[in-house]
T-cell receptor
Framework: AQKVTQAQTEISVVEKEDVTLDCVYE???????LFWYKQPPSGELVFLIR??????QNEISGRYSWNFQKSTSSFNFTITASQVVDSAVYFC?????????????FGTGTRLKVLA | DADVTQTPRNRITKTGKRIMLECSQT?????MYWYRQDPGLGLRLIYY???????NKGEISDGYSVSRQAQAKFSLSLESAIPNQTALYFC???????????????FGEGSRLTVL
């Protein structure tokens, strides 16, 4: 089965706090990609990161970091020193070779509210 | 100008009307997708196309049809709109990688459809 679970529906933090958004995935494929997207209040979907299943190195980009652990089928996203501009809905997605061709499956999203 | 353009951005229509949402892209990608976003449900795939002669159903294709008029154009039609098709619709593109692997999705700005 192909599935992405974002159990946290909504998280509120105060500015400058660190926050981690969880993503758990299910796939039978050994080759797959994981993604994170950001949807700010303006509504567009912004690509943040792509990670393939053979690369378990953690990634850091400024205040953003991602922890990929195949052993727990998780691809968690941490924002360090959060800012009000980080307020958005964040989606985790999986692309694997379900039904013979690669498609994307999205989680239901986590709404992050960063309070000033 | 946006690389992936959707028209119209907003549309209000009545039950039973035929509606077409259009998508055009300047990214040169061969793969195009239509997604629907509903609150709490994330993004769900309606149809996707890997080239002009390739059209595939996604997980929620009932009540929708598509047309891939050219590599750069992919239209979504609701033949007879109903209120539960009220949603935010996104067109997306991606480039193919080795074999059937695929890169990240690039989204249009979304088309908000309301069916009364």
């Amino acid at each position: 089965a192909q599935k992405v679970t974002q159990a946290q529906t909504e998280i509120s933090v105060v500015e400058k706090e660190d926050v981690t958004l969880d993503c758990v995935y299910e796939t039978r494929d050994t080759t797959y990609y994981l993604f994170w997207y950001k949807q700010p209040p303006s509504g567009e979907l912004v690509f943040l990161i792509r990670r393939n299943s053979f690369d378990e190195q953690n990634e850091i980009s400024g205040r953003y970091s991602w922890n990929f652990q195949k052993s727990t089928s998780s691809f968690n996203f941490t924002i360090t020193a959060s800012q009000v501009v980080d307020s958005a809905v964040y989606f985790c997605a999986l692309s694997d070779r379900t039904s013979g061709t690669y498609k994307y499956i999205f989680g239901t999203g986590t709404r992050l509210k960063v309070l000033a | 100008d946006a690389d992936v353009t959707q028209t119209p951005r907003n549309r209000i229509t009545k039950t039973g009307k035929r509606i077409m949402l259009e998508c055009s892209q300047t990214k040169g990608h061969d793969r195009m997708y239509w997604y629907r976003q509903d609150p709490g449900l994330g993004l769900r795939l309606i149809y996707y196309s890997f080239d002009v002669k390739d059209i595939n159903k996604g997980e929620i294709s009932d009540g929708y049809s598509v047309s891939r008029q050219a590599q750069a154009k992919f239209s979504l039609s609701l033949e007879s709109a109903i209120p539960n098709q009220t949603a935010l619709y996104f067109c997306a593109t991606s480039r193919g990688l080795a074999g059937t692997l695929t890169g990240e999705l690039f989204f249009g700005e979304g088309s908000r459809l309301t069916v009364l």
